[in-house]
């Protein structure tokens, strides 16, 4: 009896397995039985149909476009007025590059060797320079103008100058001050002069320490240290012991040269040249894209 009933039980079940176990879905994506690969023809065709829609939004922006003359025959303005109006803009007549800033130039080197010569004809060459002139305080020598070669003080004026920091730099110099009032490279420089400083060694020391790279140092020097002796003689303006002192502080003042940006050597008879060299180290300077920069 129990084996009757069970094989009746077999004979009702349905044989297809699918009603046991869903049907599974395929993992795998259904390729087209006939596949269309993307050829260089096709692409180009998808790639101007994409572009042509783009274009219809893009018009009502994008100015019409404008025939070009050929460059090697046509006038020279419709030429340019055809590139203003192709490139949508009119071409600007503004400098591409950055006006120069205004230098601060340090001129310096021992006793005799032409500082005030150089810079006088640097002065009569080239436009646009203004020599600061130095307040002292010792006694005027025979030839010197108030105002033109240096401000004649007295020492309690120079110290009271001093006290008020007028002076950019000052030092006691064969026991006398010279200072550089600040006013006067304000004034010119805010004018787009260029400012040129005669200082002594020991002055140029301390601006070295004030302006550090903003400014420029040169160096002015002889030929020789026997050319240097002959023009403190020829000067006639030193004692024996002047010129000793004179002579001894030029041979130390040379072995400063390297904490200058350029030398120049001012050879006896070759002023032209030496003024020369100088305007050729300034326009350098006002080339250069990284410009140096002075607040005083």
Excluded: W
Excluded at 126 to 152: L, M, N, P, Q
């Amino acid at each position: 009896m129990l084996f009757r009933r069970l094989c009746t039980s077999l004979t009702r079940i349905n044989p297809n397995p699918s009603l046991f176990h869903p049907k599974p879905t395929n993992p795998f994506p259904v390729f087209h039985s006939n596949p269309k690969y993307l050829t260089p023809n096709t692409f180009k065709t998808l790639f101007q149909a994409s572009n042509s829609s783009n274009c219809k939004m893009g018009d009502a922006r994008r100015p019409p476009a404008v025939p070009i003359p050929d460059p090697g025959t046509a006038d020279r303005a419709e030429l340019y007025r055809a590139l203003e109006a192709s490139v949508g803009s009119a071409f600007s007549s503004d400098s591409l590059a950055p006006n120069p800033n205004p230098l601060i130039i340090v001129i310096s080197g021992p006793s005799g060797v032409g500082k005030d010569a150089v810079i006088k004809r640097l002065r009569e060459v080239r436009e646009g320079i203004h020599f600061v002139v130095t307040a002292t305080s010792r006694a005027k020598r025979e030839g010197e103008v108030e105002g033109k070669d240096y401000f004649f003080v007295s020492k309690e004026e120079f110290l009271a100058m001093v006290h008020r920091d007028e002076l950019l730099e000052y030092a006691l110099v064969y026991g006398d001050y010279k200072g550089i009032p600040k006013q006067q490279i304000r004034e010119f420089m805010a004018k787009g002069y260029d400012i040129v400083l005669r200082v002594d060694i020991q002055g140029a020391a301390t601006l070295r320490r004030i302006l550090r790279n903003s400014a420029v140092f040169i160096f002015l020097v002889a030929e020789s240290e026997s050319a240097l002796v002959k023009r403190l003689i020829d000067r006639k303006t030193e004692t024996k012991e002047t010129l000793l002192v004179r002579i001894a502080t030029a041979r130390e003042e040379v072995r400063h040269m390297n904490n200058f940006d350029y030398v120049v050597v001012n050879a006896e008879g070759k002023l032209e040249s030496s003024v020369k060299l100088v305007e050729s180290i300034i326009d350098a300077e006002k080339a250069k894209v990284r410009q140096r920069t002075v607040a005083i």
